[in-house]
């Protein structure tokens, strides 16, 4: 319970960041310092909120069955993998070269990593009820 209220404040304190340094920083006189703040900050703020809201669906969702650290493993890769590849899709946007030739490939990238890290904890975990 104590971690997850500190995720909270965490998240809650990457928001302010964020929205400090989308008002306080100018993305043409900065420059790669600038953006590299928003990207981090919106990256670690959307990290945050999305294990938050993926601890409490589970939480409601499997209330008895629920292992809580190999869950929140799991919620900390998917979440990962999505702010990377919001965050990648926003840079491109921001260049102008966001086209569905370059979202299709990614997203399929995503895909095979979460399949992979998933059949490779199935396999592990498998092993591990095995032994016992």
């Given at each position: ?61 499997y ?30 946007a ?35 009820q095995?032994?016992?």
């Open positions: 319970m104590f971690s997850l209220i500190l995720l909270g404040l965490g998240t809650l304190m990457t928001w302010g960041i964020w929205v400090f340094v989308f008002v306080r920083f100018d993305p043409f006189i900065g420059g790669w310092v600038s953006h590299m703040l928003f990207y981090v900050s919106f990256g670690l703020a959307l990290q945050g909120s999305f294990m938050l809201t993926s601890i409490g669906i589970y939480s409601l969702s209330q008895s069955r629920m292992h809580h650290r190999y869950h929140v493993g799991i919620i900390a890769r998917q979440s990962f993998l999505l702010v990377t590849f919001l965050l990648i899709l926003l840079f491109l921001s260049r102008n070269l966001l086209t569905w030739w370059n979202i299709i490939p990614l997203a399929l990238l995503v895909f095979v990593i979460e399949v992979g890290c998933s059949s490779f904890y199935h396999s592990h975990d498998s092993l591990r095995i032994k016992r």
